[in-house]
């Protein structure tokens, strides 16, 4: 609450904008305001509708979850199609939301990051997808 709070309050001072008006297309209940994290973390960005291999990719808010997912599994069966070793993954909401921060980081300018996690939680298969959508080598 702490984080959202935050958000909130900077938002406002800021950028002069009311929070509640500006991601209402967020609010899951309906009553016009944004009270939990987990409504705020429906705000995803990201330039995964863009095909592979453009320079110019325009990295957008993504407000469309059945389009997102079709995406991300577009962007698999495409690493699939040239992949020497073909991944079997289910692409459920977390998943998705990591594969566009890993794809967000691989993108930027020396962008690293570490990521925790237990044996067979998809670390690696995301950080090779994310890879290939961002036209990244691995070796």
Request: glycine fraction near 8%.
């Amino acid at each position: 609450m702490w984080m959202l709070e935050t958000i909130q309050e900077t938002t406002r001072t800021a950028f002069g904008v009311n929070f509640d008006l500006l991601f209402k297309h967020l609010d899951k209940t309906g009553n016009g305001k944004i009270e939990s994290f987990d409504e705020f973390r429906g705000n995803l960005f990201g330039d995964i509708f863009s095909p592979f291999g453009i320079s110019e990719r325009p990295y957008e808010e993504i407000m469309d979850k059945t389009k997102l997912i079709k995406a991300a599994e577009d962007a698999l069966n495409q690493y699939n199609d040239v992949a020497d070793n073909p991944m079997n993954l289910v692409l459920f909401n977390f998943a998705i939301e990591h594969l566009l921060r890993i794809s967000r980081i691989l993108k930027q300018d020396g962008g690293h990051a570490l990521l925790v996690g237990v044996g067979g939680s998809g670390r690696q298969s995301l950080s090779r997808l994310s890879a290939r959508m961002a036209d990244i080598e691995l070796f």
